[in-house]
Structure formats: C-alpha cells, structure tokens
C-alpha cells in the first residue's frame, strides 16, 4: 500500500463498508497528520482527503452505503453523506458511544439520528435530529426531561433510558417510537444496575443487580412491549472481563428459539442450567456417559451434572468457551468440567448434536473450535498459551477428528480470520514464532476436502425435543441436517428446518404474569406486594381492560388451543365504582418551581367509571380548571405561577357513585432531599406527643420545616426538626412535614390515629424476613398490610379499628394497636374489656405461632408476640402503664446507663457504684463496728485523702461486691441483671 498511500503515511484504523466490501476507508496516526484515504476499487487506488478534526470512531448507516457518522476527540459527532470526502457537524457534547443511526422501518426518516448529548449546564438529554440539518429548531426530545449520562440505548424496537428519582434509578422505555413508559420490574426489586441483554426475541432481557447482590444478577424477561418484567432466574453468576467489566454468565443459543444456558449461584456453588422456554423452565445438564477413552462415567442427577463455562471470548479473533451457529442448530460445543458445581481445573471440550439433551466429550485440553461450511464440519486448534502447528477436522459432528499440519515451526495462534464469503471455505490463521518476532498468516483454503454439492441424500431429518418431549416453543420442529461424515458442500440454498407444526398449548408453555410468583405446586400467585383486585390503569382510556389470570403466554410460542383461553387474560368492562386512589403530583416528580415556568400536573384514578369522572384541579392561586372526561387530565395539565410562595394544590374527582380528594404544596422556588417523618402511630386524646423529621444525610445548612397538623391548612413553620403537639378530639389525622434546604423541597406524610385509650402488643419475626427487608417506608407498609391480614384471620375484630406499624430497621420488629371504635369512646368499661378479650385472642394465636404469612414462594415468616404478658390498656389516666414501645424505650436507656456506669467509673464516687453494685452490703458494712467484713478497717468517703487512695478501694469493694453479688443472687433478685 505504500505505493497507493505514500510511504510517509502512519495508519491508524481501516475499515470496510459493511454492506459494500469494495469500499474502504483508512484512518491516518492522528499523531501525524488527520486525513481519511477512501477506495471505492476494494484497495487498489486511494484518495486522500484532509480533516479538521481527529477521528476516534465511525459508525456506518446499516443500509447506505455512503453515510457515516464519526465521532471526534472533543465530543463533536460529524456526518458524511458521500463516504467521508465532505463531513458536516451534527452536535457538540455528544456522550461517547451513544449515538445511533435510524432503525429501518420505525423511524420515518433514513437520515435521522439519535444521540445523548449534554446542556451547557452539565445536564444530559435525548435528542434526535436528520444529520444535515441539526439546528436548534430541527431538533427534537421524545423525552421531555432530563436522562442519566451513557443510558440511552437505542436497539432493534425499543429506546431505553434512565432517569435519577429520589435517589433511585428510574428506567423508561419507548416501543416502536411510542410515547417513554416507566419499566415496571416486581416492586422490591430496587436495581443497583441494569443492562439490556438481548432485544431481538421481541421481548427484552434484562440483567438487574439488586439491592442485596454483589457478584450475581438476576435475569428477567420482558412483555412484547417491554414494560412489564418478570424474574426468569435468580443469581446468575457474574465473570470479571480483562478490562473489568462484568459479564453475565448466561448464553442465548443460536438457531433454536427460546433456548438459554446460564450458570446459578446456588448455595455458594455455581451450577450449569438450561432452558428451552425462554427462562420459564430450567434443569441440570445431563454428563456424558463415557469419556474420551470409553470409561463409563458414574455422574447421577442432581448431585453431579455437566458444567460448561459461558464467556465469550474479549478477542473477536478466537471462539471463546462456548459455540453455537445458527447455520447449524442442536450443535453445541463448550468448555466444562463433570462435578457438582462448575469448576476451572480438569476440564474438557464437549459437544451435543441435540441441542442440549446428550453430550460427549471431544477433548481432554481447552480448544478454539470453528464451524465451516455452516456447521458441516468443525475445525479445532489447542490454546494459545502454547505453539503448535497442527490443527484438527471433523465432518461427524465431532466423533472424529483428522488432525492436519498447517506450519513447519509451532506458531503461537492469536485468532482466526474467517473469510466472510458465502461458502465459507478460507481461514486465516495469525499468530507468532515467538514473543520477539513478527506476525505470521497462514491462508487455509479447505474447498478441496469436499468432494461435490449436496444433494438429497446425503441429509437426514432430526426432530428438535427435550428429554423426549418433542413440543418445544410450543412447536414440533424438524431440521434438516447434513448426514455426519458425508464429504459434500452445503449449497446457498441450504434450508435447515423442514417443517414446524404447532402443539396444544399446555401449562409449560405459559409463565407467571406481572405481580404473580410460581410456588412449589406450579400455580402462580399474587406476590405479597401486588394486588390483583385493582383495575388497570388503561381503563381511563375505555370501556374495557385486560385482566390478567396470572399467567401469560412465553413470548414467541406457537401453541394453540388447550389451555390457552384458561390462562390467557380476559377482557372485560371497566367497573363502575366511585372514585379510589385519585393521585396527584407534578409531571418530574418535584414539588418545587420556578416562579414564571411551566408547571405540568399529572392526575390519576385507579378506579372509578372513568368516563363519567369530573376533575376538578384547584392551583391555589385562585385559578382552578375543571374537566369532565379524565383520560384529558392524565396527559399532564399546565400552570404558571405568578408569584412566589406556597401553593396547596388540590384535585377533586367526582362522579355519581362518589368523590375523593387529595392535595400536594408546592412551593414557587427552593432546593431539596429525602425526610422520613417520626411520628406516634396512635397517641392519647389531650396529650402532648412529640413529631420529628430525620434528614437523610443530615442536611449541613439552615433548613426550614413546614408542618400540616391536626388536619389543619396552615402549616407552622419551625427551624427545628421536631415540634409538640396535643390533639383535642378523637380520629385519624393526617400529619404533613416538608423540609426546605437551599432551592430543593421534600415531603412525607404520616397518618396518626387519636383515642382516649388502645391496647398494643408488640411483634417480632422468625429470623428469614430480615434477609428481605430493603427498610424501605413502602416495604414496612406492605407488610404491615398483609400482618394485619394474617391476624384478622384468628380475631373478629373491625378491620379500620386494628392497626399494623412495622418499625424501621433490622431486626424487624412491628407494633400492633387495637382501638376502640370513636363511637364506643362514650361507654369505656365496655370497650376495655372488648379490647381486653381480643387481644387474650391475638396473644393466644401468636403464642401458638398460628399468624404466619407467606412473604415468597418457599418463605413462610412466623409473627411472635415480643411480651411475655399481656399488653396493658393504656389511656390518659396516669395509674396504667405505658405502650410497649416506651417500655422497650426504657430497657435500651437502662443498657445505656450500665455501660455509662461501667465506662466512667473511675469518675464517680466510689461509694455511688458500691452501692449499684451491692446496696445491701454496703449499709451492713456502714453500720458494722470493727473492721469491714473482708478483715480490713472500716472506712467512710471522709478517709479518702488522695484520688489514688480512693482508687485502689474502689477497684477492691467492686471485686468483692462481683464476688458477694454471685453468691447471693437468691437474696437479691437484681444482683444478676446489675
């Protein structure tokens, strides 16, 4: 090329048209010069053409083959439309790695470009624009907001993205250029990453790392639309790339749909799974049943079982651990170890030619192997870590092999050029001599080996199964293969599935639908957090809305009738109901604004006959708007505040059947961050009671606190973050904190109940519900709803009259109230012995661990009464004691002041801690004649002249009063405990 580029020209990069080959496109050494040689002849002229910028990457259109977008090294992304003589700039600030050319067939225009670029005050949003005309008034943002830096992905049928909310992820989703929904994963889940495995099923797979996982993911499968998650295996196991990166130990097989191989983390041993329905159903690998040299194997299922390693090789150039063609479906060859779990030492090549159901061993030694001729045969070559010049041949699906020489000197193979031609005969091997000398190639050429173009008789027919069962994806399927050992060449007209005809749908065929867990009987069930009853929020928008039955259909199956109309969800007629679960809030979720900017309020009804719901929504400013059809309120309503304060905006939704209100303060400028509201869950009519709001990190400026109480409409406003307060009458009350800081605003609010006299009893858990308690407020309510569930079923109690608090915190811990009904305040010895009867009830039940409740499928937690008596009745009177949370208050004071005591005593007088220790020694010892009872001389704190005097007696009265204390404890009950 020297004499087609100059010899003085430093290349850097080359690069191939990828949907024409005879066009080229060579980078020069940034170092030296920046200009781009471009051959349209396949190499064998070049033109040179100057930039005025410096290239670090390209991205070619997928289907012109002229259009190309390079990215620069200060962040400017440029595109050329006549293969890189005349670049044009599209936008400055783009984040590296995120920009996208348009996806043929869902966006309108072949030009258009997606990209992730930043304001100039450091924010990061979505932008789409057509390459040659990125003005500021061509441009558009299909997302309204904000995103995070490097989370816009842009692949296949979906855009996904993500957004920071109160300190949480948040992702969104757009299908087929569709409006950005918020992807819903199970409700406890919390992501601490995510990472879009594979689109291309039409369904997402998603690996998330939640709260509680470090080395291991979880995998979950998406709807068609790819907002609904469900988890299709636990604890995937996670392998450390060269560069660091975390790679998911999980392999999409190629050529048979649906078919998955992942290794799980299972009681700290990694274990070999597979699946053929897409993650709904997994097994162990069944192990070969001899080994290279014939000896039988004895490896019985589950205690030992094939594993195969999953990494896909960090070099393009060689195989990896694991190999799969489309061109060659059933025909697996892999990187394992026979044992119970997965293991790097002793391992070997094997190979299945069913897709799974058998294996047999290839190799004692890690080989990169390669298919040829789509898959009609295979070729192995040992290792890199050490040279050789031999490489290995089979045309039987691997039972043997014909080993050919390809160098004279033993060459250090670094990977494989394979000719990407359609007959796929040309390999070429690099690699080196040594480590001091230069690259060699090898040109293999393997046309000769095949002695003529198949024809119908060398094929035969495989039928696709697992472990006999011929429906697989809800389809009988049957390939046609090459018959093993035929020396012919697979033509381009090679079809591989002769014939697929559909099954009766059966229950494999369909998985847990959103909200729903499988337990040990196969069925799906509601998961603790979800409630099937609500109806679907797509109501709003009509007459009608799909009702899950639990279930829904493996995306991609092709089953038919059986139990399809059983599991498939039924449409049915929106209810109507009066008005429940009517939300409000601002469109980004904060309840601070600017003064002068445009404020969008979204509103939400969860249930209620949508189409005949008034909405009326109140700004505060004495401006309010009224709707009669809610589907208009739910596309956001705009405001603009002209002037500053504190706005209490509320929403009223009314129809025939009933109305229900709620309201938000949002405040016209401040900044904000996270307050969690400490609150009395039931209090005493007429007493005072303390309130509190923690910041969460303890907020280093002055803050403003803003107080709603007593379901008053005026706050009071504080600089500390506690206030006292005393309710006058009985009922539930609504207490509101917000905390100001800098220009941001938070809020939480709490419901109080007040009565003249309740009953508690405090709860403590079996050990298993810690493990799954993220000590969330949202969480803590969840359970408490299905506590207070779970105790109804052994007590006849008014279900608004028990209440069901759990504490922040591991352990967990809750308190249970039981209150007279407000009606029945009036005849109060009546109502204390009915709260006395069912909490004899409660205790009873608890004490005999009848209150369970199911957290997850397998997790059954046990709810125990923490008092060894029964709780007292507590009232405004003050001869009865206090609720079980001040007396659990008392015991942590009192653990407080005996390490106080036994930190600091060389600080208090002698005499006091005597007499904590042993009072009633102590006043025999004062009131004795003569010597002390140990034989030396009495003494009196009068004695003590010197503090190292009063020391060294003090160190010998508390030896002995240990020593008196341990003899003596039947004499005085609290000499143990002190």
């Not at 890189?84 to 700039?89: D, E, F, I, P, V």
């Not at 229950?507 to 009987?521: I, L, P, S, T, V």
């Not at 995306?555 to 969800?569: D, I, R, W």
């Not at 309503?637 to 939704?653: D, M, R």
Request: glycine fraction near 6%; hydrophobic fraction near 35%; charged fraction near 20%.
């Amino acid at each position: 090329m020297n004499d087609k580029v100059g010899s003085k020209t430093v290349l850097s990069y080359l690069y191939v048209c990828p949907t024409n080959k005879r066009k080229i496109m060579v980078l020069t050494d940034p170092e030296f010069e920046s200009s781009v040689l471009i051959s349209s002849d396949e190499g064998a002229s070049y033109q040179k053409y100057r930039l005025t910028f410096f290239i670090l990457s390209l991205l070619f259109h997928p289907t012109e083959e002229d259009w190309a977008l390079a990215y620069s090294h200060d962040q400017k992304l440029y595109s050329s439309l006549d293969f890189g003589r005349k670049w044009q700039l599209v936008h400055e600030h783009v984040t590296p790695t995120r920009f996208y050319w348009s996806v043929s067939g869902l966006d309108k225009d072949l030009d258009l470009v997606h990209m992730e670029a930043q304001t100039p005050d450091g924010s990061v949003q979505y932008i789409t624009c057509r390459v040659q005309m990125c003005t500021e008034a061509n441009r558009n943002y299909p997302f309204p907001g904000f995103i995070d830096i490097s989370s816009l992905v842009v692949q296949d049928d979906y855009i996904f993205i993500q957004v920071p909310t109160s300190g949480r992820a948040t992702y969104y989703v757009s299908y087929k250029r569709d409006l950005f929904i918020q992807i819903k994963l199970p409700k406890y889940s919390l992501p601490k990453d995510l990472h879009i495995v594979s689109t291309d099923e039409k369904q997402v797979f998603a690996a998330v790392q939640e709260w509680n996982q470090n080395d291991t993911y979880n995998l979950y499968l998406s709807d068609t639309r790819g907002i609904y998650f469900t988890l299709a295996m636990e604890n995937i196991k996670t392998t450390k790339g060269v560069g660091g990166n975390q790679m998911l130990d999980l392999y999409e097989v190629e050529g048979i749909r649906g078919m998955l191989i992942a290794n799980k983390r299972l009681n700290n041993q990694v274990k070999t799974l597979i699946s053929y329905n897409k993650g709904r159903d997994w097994r162990l690998l069944r192990a070969p049943t001899r080994d290279l040299h014939g000896n039988e194997i004895h490896c019985i299922l589950p205690f030992c079982s094939l594993h195969l390693q999953l990494q896909t090789s960090e070099n393009p150039y060689l195989s990896g651990a694991i190999s799969t063609k489309s061109s060659a479906p059933g025909m697996i060859v892999a990187t394992g170890n026979i044992g119970s779990e997965l293991s790097y030492n002793n391992v070997g090549m094997y190979i299945s030619s069913d897709a799974g159901n058998s294996w047999r061993q290839i190799f004692e030694e890690e080989h990169n192997i390669w298919f040829l001729d789509k898959g009609g045969a295979l070729v192995a070559v040992k290792q890199p870590s050490v040279p050789n010049r031999h490489l290995w041949v089979s045309f039987d699906e691997g039972r043997q092999w014909s080993q050919h020489s390809f160098s004279s000197v033993p060459l250090f193979v670094d990977g494989v050029l394979v000719e990407a031609g359609a007959d796929n005969l040309i390999m070429t091997f690099f690699g080196h001599f040594s480590h001091r000398s230069e690259w060699q190639l090898i040109k293999i050429d393997y046309k000769s080996i095949f002695t003529k173009k198949c024809t119908e008789e060398d094929y035969q027919t495989w039928h696709l199964h697992n472990q006999g069962e011929p429906c697989v994806m809800g389809q009988k399927q049957i390939y046609m293969k090459r018959r093993p050992g035929n020396y012919c060449m697979l033509g381009k007209d090679y079809s591989r599935i002769l014939s697929a005809e559909s099954c009766i749908c059966r229950a494999h065929d369909f998985q847990c639908d959103y909200g729903y867990e499988r337990h040990r009987n196969g069925n799906c069930k509601p998961s603790f957090w979800f409630n099937p009853s609500s109806t679907s929020r797509s109501c709003n928008l009509g007459n009608n809305y799909l009702n899950s039955t639990g279930y829904r259909k493996v995306v991609l199956n092709n089953c038919t009738k059986g139990v399809k109309e059983m599991y498939t969800a039924r449409k049915q007629q929106c209810p109507k109901k009066a008005p429940k679960g009517l939300l409000l809030s601002t469109k980004d979720g904060k309840l601070v604004a600017n003064l002068g900017a445009n404020v969008t309020f979204l509103v939400y009804l969860d249930e209620g006959d949508s189409l005949r719901t008034n909405v009326q929504l109140d700004f505060g400013d004495g401006i309010a708007v009224s709707y009669s059809n809610l589907s208009w309120a739910q596309e956001g309503i705009k405001h603009v505040y002209k002037s500053a304060g504190i706005f209490c905006v509320t929403a009223l939704a009314e129809n025939p059947l009933g109305y229900e209100t709620t309201a938000l303060y949002l405040h016209v400028t401040c900044p904000v961050e996270l307050v969690d509201l400490v609150a009395p869950f039931v209090v005493i009519r007429n007493k005072e009671v303390n309130i509190s709001a923690l910041l969460l990190p303890t907020h280093p400026r002055t803050v403003t606190y803003f107080w709603w109480l007593g379901n008053t409409t005026e706050p009071m406003l504080t600089l500390d973050g506690s206030v006292s307060y005393t309710f006058a009458n009985e009922g539930m009350y609504s207490v509101t904190v917000q905390v100001a800081a800098g220009n941001a605003i938070i809020q939480d609010t709490k419901s109080i109940a007040v009565r003249e006299f309740f009953k508690s009893l405090l709860l403590s858990f079996s050990p298993n519900l810690d493990e799954f308690n993220p000590d969330l407020s949202e969480w803590r309510q969840d359970v408490a709803r299905v506590i207070k569930r779970a105790v109804l079923q052994v007590a006849e109690f008014p279900e608004e009259d028990l209440l069901v608090a759990v504490l922040g915190g591991v352990p967990t811990a809750a308190e249970l109230f039981l209150l007279p009904n407000k009606n029945q305040s009036l005849n109060k010895k009546k109502s204390e012995e009915e709260l006395e009867r069912v909490s004899n009830v409660i205790v009873n039940a608890l004490n005999q661990n009848l209150v369970t409740f199911e957290l997850r499928p397998g997790v059954r937690v046990i709810v125990y009464n923490t008092q060894l008596t029964l709780a007292p009745l507590v009232d405004s009177n003050p001869r009865h004691k206090s609720s079980a949370m001040l007396m659990l208050l008392a015991v942590v004071f009192l653990g407080l002041a005996v390490f106080l005591v036994y930190k600091f005593k060389r600080k208090i007088p002698w005499m006091n801690i005597y007499a904590e220790v042993n009072q009633e020694k102590e006043q025999e010892m004062f009131s004795s004649v003569g010597q002390g009872g140990d034989g030396t001389p009495k003494m009196t704190p009068d004695d003590f002249s010197s503090k190292e005097r009063a020391d060294k007696e003090l160190d010998a009265r508390v030896k002995r009063g240990v020593s008196n204390c341990r003899e003596s404890t039947r004499e005085i009950p609290n000499c143990t405990s002190v």
